[in-house]
C-alpha cells in the first residue's frame, strides 16, 4: 500500500509540483483570492461606513428639529400675548378697561356646597379612570356588597 501512494506521488504528483503551467496556475489562484478577499473586505467597510453616515445623518436631523423647537419657542416668546400671560400670571397685572374684583375668603366660602358622605363618594367614583371602576365592580361582586 505504501509503495502504491509513493508510485502515485511520484508519477502524478511530483510532475506537477515542477510544471511552470501548474506553478503559473497555482500562482495565479493565489492572486485572485487576495484580489477577492481585498474586495470583500472594501464591501464590510464601506457597509460600516455607511451605516455611521447614516447614523449621523439622523442625529444631525433630529438636532435640526430640536433648533426649530426652540426658535419656534423663542418667537412665541416675543409676541405680545405671551407678554401679557406673563404679566397675568406672575404680577397679577391686568390690560386696560379690567376690573380687578378681590373677594374676601369669609365670602367665597359661605358660597361652597356641602355634600354627604354618600354624595361625595358617587363624585369620587365618577372621577375614577374606567379601569379603576371596573376593579372596584369585581372587589364588590366578591365581597358581596
Given at each position: 500500500m505504501i509503495n502504491q501512494i509513493k508510485n502515485y506521488y511520484n508519477d502524478k504528483i511530483r510532475p506537477n509540483l515542477r510544471d511552470v503551467r501548474f506553478?503559473?496556475?497555482?500562482?495565479?489562484?493565489?492572486?485572485?483570492?487576495?484580489?477577492?478577499?481585498?474586495?470583500?473586505?472594501?464591501?464590510?467597510?464601506?457597509?460600516?461606513?455607511?451605516?455611521?453616515?447614516?447614523?449621523?445623518?439622523?442625529?444631525?436631523?433630529?438636532?435640526?428639529?430640536k433648533n426649530d423647537n426652540l426658535r419656534l419657542k423663542n418667537s412665541y416668546y416675543s409676541t405680545n400675548q405671551y407678554v401679557e400671560l406673563s404679566a397675568r400670571q406672575n404680577f397679577g397685572l391686568q390690560s386696560s378697561g379690567e376690573t380687578e374684583v378681590i373677594i374676601p375668603k369669609s365670602v367665597a366660602l359661605r358660597q361652597l356646597i356641602t355634600l354627604s358622605d354618600d354624595q361625595s363618594t358617587k363624585i369620587s367614583i365618577g372621577s375614577q379612570s374606567a379601569w379603576q371602576k371596573h376593579f372596584e365592580e369585581w372587589i364588590n361582586f366578591f365581597m358581596n356588597r
Open positions: 506553478i503559473g496556475l497555482m500562482v495565479f489562484l493565489f492572486i485572485m483570492l487576495l484580489v477577492t478577499w481585498s474586495g470583500v473586505k472594501s464591501v464590510q467597510t464601506n457597509y460600516e461606513l455607511q451605516k455611521q453616515i447614516s447614523y449621523l445623518q439622523q442625529q444631525n436631523d433630529l438636532q435640526k428639529l
